[in-house]
């Protein structure tokens, strides 16, 4: 977990960036760290389970890491150490929510147009606070969401990409249809020369992990920004080379396109006129893909053995009863109001009040708000 700390001039909590990793936090004495971190807040909290952190192969020292918030950043913020560690959680949700905002929006997208997984030991724990309000068609997480990451590696295709500065401008054709004519063959041929000089060390890449040159496919695209302007946009080109002007023009086209999604259509610029930068070419060959194991729907109540009781958990300001579940002990088909915690010995799932997880016929829980 990053650690947290309250900077001594300004007052405020600051989370990271370093991180105590596999020591965990206070919480694990025999990782000797002295600073608290996100662990010891969720210890604190009631959302990790002290004796059950790697299925009780480790057990965690709750009175330690309430000890160090208390010391550390509950007192010279002049707190409650559960409002402390609370709002700790939800500044670290914050930063999260704003950097997966920024990402998709600073890419012209928007997340409703897609879906989210979780995963990871610690993702599913605050995966319901920094995808709240952020309207994704759903939020996932895999019931193997620790292992998730090497399952991913493990079935994603192959691709290496590789690119080049060419730094060749392009005038408005509409706006300046005499200097787009003029200058149509020099900026085709910079960038057709730059995509055709990349393929070589892609295949020689791809040679490295025993893949024939005739098994990889290639995806050609440009990074385009205005002449003058700061930031470029990678937009694909639906073509291996610029054979026509109005190749040129499709291009300039989806750069619009893109660039009025980021900073909106009254932004456009066409008067200062088009700046390749960068020729990018990927490669990609398939690799086979794994199918996931269909079991039968069961009813939506959990079944009584996956009940692991209840425990007291802190949020908003207040102590509130969670339903605790054995993950594997869970079946498809059951749905999980809030508040509940779904423990495994490597992950744990936090549904917090007013959402519901629902487990589907592949292991995948999905989240959703629910509204009385």
């Not at 210890?43 to 952190?53: D, E, M, T």
């Not at 319901?128 to 990451?149: E, K």
């Not at 060749?168 to 000089?197: H, K, M, R, T, Y």
């Not at 009813?299 to 209840?310: D, N, V, Y």
Request: include cysteine.
């Amino acid at each position: 977990g990053s650690y947290v700390r309250v900077n001594p001039i300004s007052n405020r909590i600051e989370i990271g960036p370093d991180s105590a990793g596999a020591r965990i936090g206070v919480c694990y004495p025999e990782g000797n760290v002295d600073t608290p971190t996100l662990s010891d807040c969720n210890v604190v909290l009631g959302y990790l389970n002290p004796y059950n952190f790697l299925g009780g192969d480790v057990t965690l020292d709750k009175d330690r890491a309430y000890q160090a918030i208390e010391e550390q950043i509950a007192a010279p913020l002049g707190l409650d150490v559960y409002e402390a560690a609370e709002g700790v959680l939800e500044l670290f949700e914050d930063h999260l929510r704003n950097e997966v905002y920024a990402r998709i929006y600073g890419k012209g997208y928007s997340p409703e147009d897609y879906r989210l997984f979780s995963y990871g030991g610690g993702g599913p724990l605050h995966v319901a606070g920094y995808t709240n309000g952020l309207n994704f068609q759903d939020v996932l997480v895999p019931a193997w969401a620790a292992g998730f990451s090497a399952f991913g590696c493990a079935c994603a295709d192959f691709e290496y990409r590789n690119d080049r500065t060419v730094n060749v401008p392009i005038a408005s054709p509409e706006l300046a249809p005499a200097q787009f004519e003029a200058g149509f063959d020099f900026f085709a041929g910079a960038v057709n020369q730059a995509w055709q000089s990349l393929q070589g060390g892609l295949y020689s890449e791809f040679a490295k992990s025993g893949i024939p040159a005739d098994q990889v496919k290639f995806g050609h695209y440009l990074r385009v920004q205005y002449v003058g302007q700061l930031n470029d946009v990678e937009i694909k080109a639906p073509f291996s080379q610029i054979s026509s002007p109005e190749d040129v023009k499709l291009i300039i086209q989806l750069f619009e396109d893109a660039y009025a999604k980021i900073y909106s259509r009254s932004a456009s610029s066409p008067e200062l006129g088009y700046l390749a930068t960068t020729a990018v070419l990927k490669g990609v060959t398939d690799v086979e893909k794994p199918r996931l194991p269909v079991e039968p729907l069961a009813e939506a109540a959990p079944p009584p053995e996956a009940s692991k009781g209840t425990r007291p958990v802190y949020r908003h300001g207040e102590w509130r009863e969670a339903h605790i579940y054995d993950m594997e002990k869970l079946l498809p088909g059951n749905k999980l109001p809030g508040v509940s915690v779904i423990e495994s010995p490597s992950t744990t799932f936090v549904v917090p009040l007013g959402f519901e997880a629902y487990l589907d016929e592949h292991r995948i829980f999905h989240l959703k708000e629910v509204r009385p």
